[in-house]
């Protein structure tokens, strides 16, 4: 690794294209918004008043949109703990491996599409954040 603090977590801009029949966001590979080639994409969605995602390391890439709502991200890196508020227009979250992740306190009817550069069957569970040599 290098001596630099893992910066585990970017805000990655989603191209946008509005007309009058509704927005549609579009995430490509390589200057699209997606910093890595996914082999795994899923939905979080109903997540119940009061109950939280994540709370542990991710092994591999992912980037999280938010395609309608909002929550709180949390993560964990190598320089420390950040918060922000998810949005539709806050972009696309990109954590970097071993960066820990917590997802609350979700607004009712939110949706979150999750990118990720492993197979679900070749990801490790990482209680708390981790420097990763990748």
């Known amino acids: ?42 939905i979080v969605s109903d997540v119940p008043s009061g109950k939280s995602r994540a709370g542990h390391a991710v092994s591999c890439d992912e980037l999280i949109i938010v395609a309608q709502g909002s929550c709180l991200i ?4 190598g320089a ?31 949706i979150l599409v999750t990118y990720a550069s492993e197979r679900y069957a070749e990801t490790r569970f990482f209680e708390d954040y981790v420097e990763l040599d990748r």
């Open 80 to 110: 420390g703990l950040e918060e922000h508020r998810l949005t539709p227009g806050t972009g696309a979250a990109h954590l970097r491996p071993g960066t820990w992740l917590m997802l609350s306190e979700f607004e009712p009817g939110t």
């Open 1 to 42: 690794g290098s001596s630099m603090p893992n910066r585990g977590l970017k805000f990655v801009e989603i191209n946008e294209h509005s007309d009058a029949r509704g927005k549609m966001r579009i995430v490509e590979v390589d200057g699209g918004g997606l910093p890595f080639v996914p082999v795994r994409s899923f």
């Open 74 to 77: 949390t993560a964990r890196t």
